[in-house]
């Protein structure tokens, strides 16, 4: 059983990784743009902090439907690492974007305006 659970699970990844990995990097910025962040923590992110938040409501569940039994300690361990796990991952996703903020990282092209006085002509 966990061969298969090994071989579901680097067919996964590798289905989200190989388009990633395939386009050719121009410079170090396109390689992190659209490698590494766009490519493969953009979409992996939003389902991992999904998946904990499924095992946290499945704790809560467990603990309501076990009025009290020994069941609950299992619940109250599916809510703890259920926040646990949307906690990491949040701060995870903000220390991503405080990196692409501080240098710079940005998707879209910078525009440079430039400003030029009024020129008059004397005669």
């Given at each position: 059983m966990k061969k298969?659970?090994?071989?579901?699970?680097?067919?996964?990844?590798?289905?989200i990784a190989l388009p990633v990995l395939?386009?050719?990097?121009?410079?170090?910025?396109?390689?992190?743009?659209n490698t590494l962040i766009t490519g493969i923590l953009k979409p992996l992110v939003p389902f991992l902090i999904g998946l904990a938040v499924v095992m946290f409501i499945y704790g809560v569940l467990i603990l309501i439907f076990s009025?009290?039994?020994?069941?609950?300690k299992e619940g109250k361990q599916y809510m703890l690492w259920g926040i646990v796990g949307i906690f990491v991952m949040v701060s995870v996703w903000g220390l991503v974007n405080i990196l692409i903020s501080t240098f710079q990282l940005s998707?879209?092209?910078?525009?440079?305006?430039m400003k030029v006085p009024n020129a008059t002509i004397v005669k």
């Amino acid at each position: 059983m966990k061969k298969y659970i090994y071989i579901l699970f680097v067919t996964f990844f590798s289905a989200i990784a190989l388009p990633v990995l395939a386009a050719t990097p121009k410079d170090f910025k396109d390689l992190v743009n659209n490698t590494l962040i766009t490519g493969i923590l953009k979409p992996l992110v939003p389902f991992l902090i999904g998946l904990a938040v499924v095992m946290f409501i499945y704790g809560v569940l467990i603990l309501i439907f076990s009025e009290g039994g020994e069941k609950s300690k299992e619940g109250k361990q599916y809510m703890l690492w259920g926040i646990v796990g949307i906690f990491v991952m949040v701060s995870v996703w903000g220390l991503v974007n405080i990196l692409i903020s501080t240098f710079q990282l940005s998707t879209t092209p910078q525009t440079i305006e430039m400003k030029v006085p009024n020129a008059t002509i004397v005669k």
